[in-house]
């Protein structure tokens, strides 16, 4: 066994820097992707195991309709269902490379998901602190989360992919 | 419990008015409390221009009609395979502002009647789908009576108990969509 895969996830509790990480998702849409964020989450890592959670109420897209229309019952109906939420466990190491089973609950669904990703190990930063990086991707089918909405192309094509990618890249910080 | 119903038919003796009538009944049986708004051929053509202050005063009664019901019941006929001009403009000035307009988060449910045979299911299709893009919780449930005119009383019951029925579950499933939020109040 190589040192790199004998590499562990760090232990100890480190708490998201809302400000340097970014919480959003990217999906098909005619001949691009469209891509969103939320503004409002949280998300620590503990133990080896990550949670975090998002609220729908602050999905970010560059249109105020747009908004509006992902936080109806088309999509993920806001009044219902405020938060998203996200875990992962038993996350394995390979070098800086990770995967690991999890669980994504949305709109009163919760599916497994497997999730891919890259860690930045623990660095010490100016503030006297210490923190470490992680940028994960999980992608999933957003019709069995109850997200169904779409609208056929001229080509009878649905102009929306049913598949997401729920894109995480979180800066955590070492809890003292 | 109030709910209101709108019909997509205008004219005097219309099935789907008629049909309205019948699923208020139920609704009253559920001990809710049924209307169906009136007015909707005085609401002028939407134009953004006159989408001003609180707009024309048949608009304002819509959207505080609308505003003011815990669910909203659509009656449609089909016109050219799709939904009436006068109720695709209504909604289209109930829609707006689109981010806080009063269908938003609303529980509706359509229900259809026309003389052919296929019920207005297309124009229910259609009303449900632009329904669900101002933001109302629509509930999954579709009821088509066609030959209306054979198969509807003169007070707009199904004749047939297995429509009959339908149009109960119709308005209960409507009638449902209100349940957790009221738990959660």
């Known amino acids: 066994m190589s040192y790199a895969t004998r590499q562990a996830i760090p232990g100890g509790t480190w708490s998201v820097d809302k400000i340097h990480s970014t919480v959003g998702f990217a999906v098909p849409y005619m001949a691009g992707t469209f891509q969103g964020t939320f503004s409002d989450f949280d998300a620590r890592l503990s133990e080896g195991g990550l949670r975090g959670t998002a609220e729908v109420a602050s999905v970010e897209v560059k249109d105020p309709n747009l908004a509006a229309h992902l936080q109806s019952p088309d999509f993920f109906d806001a009044e219902r269902f405020p938060q998203l939420g996200f875990e992962a466990r038993e996350i394995t190491r390979s070098g800086d490379e990770l995967t690991a089973q999890g669980e994504l609950t949305l709109k009163g669904h919760t599916e497994q998901v497997e999730i891919r990703g890259h860690i930045n190990d623990p660095t010490p930063d100016p503030y006297g602190g210490e923190r470490l990086g992680l940028q994960l991707e999980a992608r999933v089918d957003r019709t069995r989360f109850g997200l169904n909405w779409n609208n056929p192309l001229p080509s009878g094509d649905p102009a929306l992919s049913n598949e997401v990618t729920i894109v995480v890249d979180l800066q955590l910080v070492r809890e003292i | ?185």
């Open chain 2, 1 to 185: 419990m109030r709910v209101l119903g709108i019909s997509g038919s205008l004219r005097r003796d219309s099935h789907n008015t008629k049909l309205l009538g019948a699923a208020g009944e139920i609704v009253d049986r559920h001990g809710g409390r049924f209307e169906v708004i009136e007015g909707l051929k005085a609401i002028p053509p939407y134009d953004e221009d006159d989408d001003v202050g609180s707009g024309p005063a048949p608009v304002v009664a819509l959207r505080e009609a609308i505003a003011g019901a815990d669910a909203v019941l659509f009656a449609t006929p089909e016109y050219n395979s799709s939904i009436p001009g006068v109720l695709k403009n209504a909604i289209d000035w109930a829609s707006r502002p689109f981010a806080t307009n009063p269908l938003r988060n609303k529980p509706v449910a359509v229900i259809g009647a026309s003389m052919g045979m296929f019920g207005a299911v297309w124009a229910q299709a259609e009303l449900r789908k632009v329904l669900g893009t101002t933001g109302a919780r629509v509930a999954e449930t579709e009821l088509a009576v066609g030959h209306a005119q054979e198969r509807l009383d003169d007070a707009g019951h199904p004749i047939d108990p297995v429509e009959g029925e339908a149009l109960h579950d119709s308005v209960a499933m409507l009638l449902a969509e209100l349940q957790p939020l009221e738990l959660a109040a």
